[in-house]
């Protein structure tokens, strides 16, 4: 049966006032502010209300702009648990990656996106970036609807309540070599692949119809590895006419840097510069192994860069440079990619930590800028830069962490944020708000009761190995 998009799980409601009793604005910790939000967005904030006003839903707890998961792949959810068991590499995890990906259909990857993001919600994530590159049927065969995957993708961040950027993948050869002898990609990834570039802006354009209030939809290259370089810029182009986000794997392995020496002569980030495809509206993801020059030209390009500590360090695949990368003017972001654990606030913390392990020192970055690369850099990263702040006119959209759990209680209200960023996981999320209505309410996600069950049926029925 199809799957068809859909709004998020309700309007929101005219009029909706909260109370949070400690709020993050403008990077400090205020208490008792009024939020007042219409028609999605915040009408007022008014700080120094110190008990909730009548008709004021309350937050107990820190409230902060929603949090956005700029990278993931929500099939990889089925992964977790199966490949944490003894040694191997990032090649021998995509070979289990394949065994998932082969089984999905439209209606099974619906129930497990559905899960996965109603799992994010809970985390307090209120955007996701979906980079979707399981385009069609085994075999590459399209479906009726071309995008009946990216369909199901959009109807699963409705009904979870979230919103969703889809970065539609071109992915089109199974390696650096491959790309360049026009050789197609092997029998797992003939779902991914439209054959060439053309062809697969001809069915991403087609994606511009799922009009909806909490979707945006982007485009990515996969990798240097799976799109050769001639055809780089029909992608680049294609989310340039649109003024749409552009994302790509970067140097995740230093074996696909080595492939591409050896192919091109040049890094691949100066291969992705060279076909027009770094630039302010652009992120690379990962990032992890580059060249003194190839930071260079990244700060040089002011593109963003999206870190994903958890995964980078469950497949042993290295600490990238991040603060180099800040240092020469990346914006930085985060996602939680494979979903080895699906936690923003340790992705954050993870971020800080992973680097005061690599230099021995500490205090790279401090709990307010941790927050905004999990808040505001990544909603810009993803084309929603009206939220990402607790302020007028911007998105309804924030969550609320609790101050009083066994990780978080002790510290004054005053270092909150500290907090939040070093001590919380995703367990402590209370609250989380989704264009003014409660997605997440104490805990508990209002249209998806359930999500552990929801998630063990998913994976079970649809993507067990």
Not at 237 to 245: D, I, L, S
Not at 316 to 341: N, Q, T
Not at 359 to 383: D, N
Not at 447 to 463: E, K, N, R, Y
Request: with cysteine.
């Amino acid at each position: 049966m199809p799957v068809t998009p859909t709004h998020p799980t309700a309007p929101a409601p005219p009029g909706a006032v909260y109370w949070a009793e400690h709020a993050w604005i403008g990077g400090t910790v205020e208490p008792g502010a009024v939020i007042e939000t219409a028609g999605g967005r915040i009408a007022a904030v008014r700080t120094g209300v110190p008990v909730p006003p009548p008709g004021a839903e309350p937050l107990r707890g820190l409230t902060v702009p929603g949090l956005a998961n700029a990278h993931s792949h929500a099939f990889h959810r089925a992964l977790r648990g199966t490949v944490q068991i003894g040694s191997g590499t990032f090649w021998t995890w995509r070979r289990v990656m394949y065994s998932v990906a082969d089984r999905l259909t439209p209606e099974s990857y619906f129930a497990l996106a559905r899960a996965t993001y109603a799992e994010m919600a809970l985390a307090g994530i209120t955007c996701v970036g979906e980079f979707h590159y399981l385009h069609h049927a085994p075999g590459g065969v399209p479906y009726d609807d071309p995008n009946a995957m990216g369909h199901a993708l959009i109807a699963a961040a409705g009904e979870a309540g979230i919103r969703i950027t889809l970065l539609d993948t071109c992915y089109l050869a199974s390696g650096i070599l491959s790309a360049r002898r026009g050789k197609a990609p092997d029998r797992h990834q003939l779902r991914f692949s439209d054959g060439d570039a053309t062809a697969w802006a001809e069915r991403a354009s087609a994606l511009e119809a799922a009009k909806a209030d909490h979707v945006r939809v982007g485009a990515a290259i996969h990798s240097v590895r799976a799109v050769p370089a001639a055809e780089m810029g029909t992608v680049a182009e294609w989310a340039r006419e649109r003024g749409a986000p552009l994302h790509v794997h970067l140097s995740e392995q230093p074996a696909e840097n080595d492939a591409c020496l050896a192919v091109h002569g040049r890094t691949p980030a100066r291969l992705l510069a060279d076909h027009g495809v770094l630039g302010p509206d652009t992120t690379a993801v990962h990032a992890t192994h580059l060249t003194d020059t190839d930071i260079a030209l990244l700060g040089e390009t002011r593109t963003r860069v999206c870190v994903c500590p958890t995964t980078e360090r469950d497949l042993a695949d290295g600490i990238g440079p991040a603060v180099d990368l800040m240092h020469v003017g990346s914006p930085l972001c985060l996602g939680s990619d494979s979903h080895a654990v699906i936690d923003l606030l340790e992705e954050a913390r993870a971020l800080e930590l992973d680097e005061r392990l690599r230099s021995r020192a500490r205090g790279h970055w401090t709990a307010a800028q941790l927050l905004r690369f999990a808040g505001e850099s990544g909603h810009a990263a993803l084309g929603w830069p009206e939220a990402g702040r607790l302020e007028a006119g911007r998105l309804a959209d924030f969550t609320t962490i609790a101050l009083d759990s066994v990780r978080t209680a002790g510290p004054p209200p005053r270092l909150a944020a500290q907090s939040a960023v070093f001590a919380a996981t995703a367990a402590d999320v209370r609250h989380t708000v989704v264009g003014g209505r409660h997605v997440v309410r104490d805990g508990v996600h209002q249209s998806v009761p359930d999500v552990p069950a929801a998630l063990a049926d998913a994976i079970q029925q649809g993507a067990a190995r």
